[in-house]
């Protein structure tokens, strides 16, 4: 049976606020203290995080199992042999980038932090594989002292609510400001969402400036010339439109702020959450990623994410959904172009057609009934009823409401706005923020390429076929009054790369456990030089491990070799081109290592993403005997 270890990393940055630990090493460890694996596994997390020391860990070489790398989202995965079915781990992490994090001339330290230990629980799941699911939020004084000490990385965490109401302000241009004795320096701006949340990401350069920069960078305090603080002294502007919001002074100023500031900001102008403003459609998001702060999207860039991730597979193109536009039923419809002008500006765009979405859920339509307080509710509660609204032309189930695509690709917002406590009304639509999901295969033809005859060891061109490169578009979202031949852009994605492309007739170590040809995302393929034309032969003294991995985006190769001594990390030789590593990895054995059978796994990333998740962590594996 195949045991799934399933994790994600988070890293909290305020009690409302955290983001996901995307593109770092997780590594898999054989518990280092055995006679308090029980006491370290239930401890609280929180005491049991901390930096591991140069002893320790040379201390943990020796009992490293796994190493996986967090996606997007910080998810992370490692696929164990059945014979840790009853081990508990050890699990560190090693920081090596932070989310918005601006390279500079700082080097970053090899920074590896031990999260916790755990004994699976697992769970057998219908395909025969035993599950386990782990979840790990980093607190808010280790992760911001990590991002702001080590990387430079400052934030700002905020939420603007009106002072006597509580209502939230959504789209509101929030401005922080630091507050200095020679002039003061703008942090950043940022707009709120829906919940009227906001962050400001920024570097110690934005407050540092005086007027010898970029020459001397310091800090001043307002009122205090010449003494130099550490923080900034930071205060709010917030406008929509020319309504002001929040209109703080140096005078409110926060003095000397940490690496994360968390505000909430108390506004005594009328929130435009009190049901008589509608909010205004965007499309926002592809996946959970906000495409104008998570990926490179702007006119020469790369499309990739911010973590250097392309897009595949289906994309879930999201954001605001209004029920009506100008007081009128509203509708929306998505374009997509690959043709750019001189200055880098999408051009001859085309409609995204009823064939290229999938069946989208965008909400439901909800009923609600008071019900009296009973046995098993001791106050007045509410009895929900729902259907969902799902865009589709296809058939849908007897709980769901059918939302059409037009042919021309037109989507008509589901107009049901009664009371939903109106038994005899038709319900309250509450849009759950997608708007359709892309089947981004059928945007242009993405064909296969044929790497028949391809051998371990050898570079992917080796067979005269190049590896694909990524295919860039943009997307925007249009909308208009139901109807009418006006429309309006409400969000544009102006770059987004995307890649498809799927590599075939590759055989894995044919001369022993052959398997393929096989239609892969990209080449992974490990086999052994000894092996080769004698699949059963013994290796005595040395192995010669021949590896291949490729992809346009090609993410860390790591190689193991599992024995009767446990598991051993094997060094990857840096060869090949960017997206093309290859070569030979070269194990001496001695006379004390045991007779026995050995496992070699390859493993390694296609840095591929849907935005909501990433393509799997792959692997090939060899056995041998000596």
């Given at each position: 049976m195949?045991?799934?270890?399933?994790?994600?990393?988070?890293?909290?940055?305020?009690d409302?606020?955290?983001?996901?630990?995307?593109g770092?090493?997780?590594?898999?460890?054989?518990?280092l203290?055995?006679e308090?694996?029980?006491?370290n596994a239930?401890?609280d997390?929180?005491?049991?995080?901390?930096?591991?020391?140069d002893d320790?860990?040379?201390?943990?070489?020796?009992?490293?199992?796994?190493t996986?790398?967090?996606?997007?989202?910080?998810?992370?995965?490692?696929?164990?042999?059945e014979?840790?079915?009853?081990?508990?781990?050890?699990?560190?992490?090693?920081?090596?980038?932070?989310?918005?994090?601006i390279?500079?001339?700082?080097?970053?330290p090899?920074?590896?932090?031990?999260?916790?230990?755990?004994?699976?629980?697992?769970?057998?799941?219908?395909?025969e594989?035993?599950?386990?699911?782990?979840?790990?939020?980093?607190?808010?004084k280790?992760?911001?002292?990590?991002?702001?000490?080590?990387?430079?990385?400052?934030?700002?965490?905020?939420?603007?609510?009106?002072?006597?109401?509580g209502?939230?302000?959504p789209n509101?241009?929030?401005?922080a400001?630091?507050?200095?004795?020679i002039?003061?320096?703008?942090?950043?701006?940022?707009?709120?969402?829906a919940?009227g949340?906001f962050?400001?990401?920024?570097?110690?350069?934005?407050?540092?400036?005086?007027f010898?920069?970029?020459?001397?960078?310091?800090?001043t305090?307002?009122?205090l010339?010449?003494?130099?603080h550490?923080g900034p002294?930071?205060?709010?502007?917030?406008?929509?439109?020319?309504?002001?919001?929040?209109?703080?002074?140096?005078?409110?100023?926060?003095?000397?702020?940490?690496?994360?500031?968390?505000?909430?900001?108390?506004?005594?102008?009328?929130?435009p959450?009190?049901?008589t403003?509608?909010p205004?459609?965007a499309?926002?998001?592809?996946?959970?990623?906000?495409y104008e702060?998570?990926?490179?999207?702007?006119?020469?860039?790369?499309?990739?994410?911010?973590?250097?991730?392309?897009?595949?597979?289906?994309?879930?193109?999201?954001?605001?959904l209004?029920?009506?536009?100008?007081?009128?039923?509203m509708?929306?419809?998505?374009?997509?172009?690959?043709?750019?002008?001189?200055?880098?500006?999408?051009v001859?765009?085309?409609?995204?057609?009823?064939g290229q979405?999938?069946?989208?859920?965008?909400?439901?339509?909800?009923?609600?009934?008071?019900m009296?307080?009973?046995?098993?509710?001791?106050f007045p509660?509410?009895?929900?009823?729902?259907?969902?609204?799902?865009?589709?032309?296809?058939?849908v189930?007897?709980?769901?409401?059918?939302?059409?695509?037009a042919?021309?690709?037109?989507?008509?917002v589901?107009?049901?706005?009664?009371d939903p406590?109106n038994?005899?009304?038709a319900?309250l639509f509450?849009a759950?923020?997608?708007?359709?999901?892309?089947?981004?295969?059928?945007?242009?033809?993405?064909?296969?390429?044929?790497?028949?005859?391809?051998?371990?060891?050898?570079?992917s061109t080796s067979?005269?076929?190049?590896?694909?490169?990524?295919?860039?578009?943009?997307?925007?979202?249009?909308?208009?009054?139901?109807g009418?031949?006006?429309?309006?852009?409400?969000?544009?994605c102006?770059?987004?790369?995307?890649?498809?492309t799927?590599?075939n007739?590759?055989?894995?170590?044919?001369e022993?456990?052959?398997?393929?040809?096989?239609?892969?995302?990209?080449?992974?393929?490990?086999?052994?030089?000894?092996?080769?034309?004698?699949?059963?032969?013994?290796?005595?003294?040395?192995?010669?491990?021949?590896?291949?991995?490729?992809?346009?985006?090609?993410?860390?190769?790591?190689?193991?070799?599992?024995?009767?001594?446990?598991?051993?990390a094997?060094?990857v030789?840096?060869?090949?081109a960017?997206?093309?590593?290859h070569?030979?990895?070269i194990?001496t054995?001695?006379?004390?290592?045991?007779?026995?059978?050995?496992?070699?796994?390859?493993?390694?990333q296609y840095?591929?993403?849907t935005?909501?998740?990433?393509?799997?962590v792959?692997?090939?594996?060899?056995?041998?005997?000596?």
């Open positions: 195949k045991y799934i270890f399933r994790g994600n990393l988070l890293g909290y940055l305020c409302d606020c955290y983001e996901a630990i995307a770092n090493k997780v590594l898999l460890y054989l518990p203290d055995q308090r694996v029980t006491a239930v401890a997390t929180k005491d049991t995080f901390h930096q591991v020391t320790e860990l040379k201390k943990k070489e020796k009992l490293l199992i796994a996986a790398v967090t996606d997007e989202a910080g998810n992370f995965e490692f696929v164990l042999d014979k840790h079915a009853n081990t508990a781990f050890d699990i560190d992490f090693e920081c090596g980038t932070v989310p918005h994090h390279p500079g001339r700082k080097k970053i090899f920074l590896q932090f031990h999260l916790t230990t755990v004994y699976p629980q697992w769970r057998t799941s219908e395909k594989e035993a599950v386990y699911r782990f979840s790990y939020a980093i607190p808010s280790w992760w911001c002292h990590i991002r702001g000490h080590y990387f430079d990385a400052w934030v700002i965490c905020g939420q603007i609510r009106n002072c006597e109401t209502a939230v302000f509101v241009k929030v401005t400001w630091d507050a200095d004795f002039s003061d320096d703008n942090l950043g701006t940022a707009v709120t969402d919940s949340h962050r400001i990401d920024y570097t110690s350069a934005k407050f540092k400036k005086t010898l920069s970029p020459l001397i960078n310091v800090e305090d307002k009122g010339p010449l003494t130099f550490s002294d930071v205060y709010f502007k917030a406008v929509i439109g020319t309504t002001k919001i929040v209109d703080e002074t140096a005078a409110n100023r926060r003095k000397n702020v940490g690496y994360c500031l968390c505000v909430d900001l108390c506004s005594n102008v009328q929130g959450n009190d049901g403003n509608p205004i459609p499309f926002l998001k592809i996946g959970g990623l906000d702060s998570d990926i490179q999207s702007h006119a020469g860039q790369s499309g990739l994410s911010n973590s250097n991730y392309a897009f595949y597979s289906t994309l879930r193109l999201n954001g605001i209004a029920q009506k536009l100008n007081g009128v039923p509708e929306y419809r998505f374009e997509y172009t690959n043709q750019y002008d001189g200055s880098g500006n999408p001859s765009w085309v409609p995204v057609l009823p979405i999938a069946a989208t859920d965008i909400g439901y339509v909800e009923k609600a009934k008071l009296p307080a009973d046995l098993f509710h001791p509660w509410y009895k929900f009823t729902y259907k969902y609204c799902i865009v589709t032309n296809g058939p189930s007897a709980n769901q409401i059918q939302v059409p695509i042919a021309d690709g037109w989507i008509a589901p107009q049901q706005n009664d406590q038994e005899l009304g319900g509450v759950n923020g997608n708007q359709i999901v892309l089947n981004s295969t059928t945007l242009e033809a993405f064909p296969p390429i044929d790497l028949t005859g391809l051998v371990a060891g050898n570079s067979t005269g076929k190049a590896l694909a490169t990524d295919k860039v578009y943009a997307l925007r979202m249009l909308v208009r009054e139901q009418s031949g006006t429309f309006f852009e409400a969000g544009r102006t770059r987004l790369a995307i890649d498809n799927l590599y007739g590759m055989k894995h170590h044919p022993w456990g052959a398997w393929g040809p096989t239609t892969e995302y990209g080449v992974c393929m490990v086999d052994i030089q000894q092996l080769i034309g004698a699949g059963c032969s013994k290796i005595t003294s040395q192995a010669d491990i021949l590896f291949t991995c490729a992809h346009p985006n090609l993410g860390t190769i790591s190689a193991t070799l599992t024995g009767p001594g446990g598991t051993e094997l060094v030789p840096p060869t090949g960017t997206g093309d590593k070569g030979t990895i194990k054995f001695t006379a004390s290592d045991p007779l026995c059978a050995y496992v070699v796994t390859l493993s390694t840095l591929l993403t935005g909501d998740s990433s393509h799997p792959v692997q090939d594996q060899i056995a041998f005997c000596r």
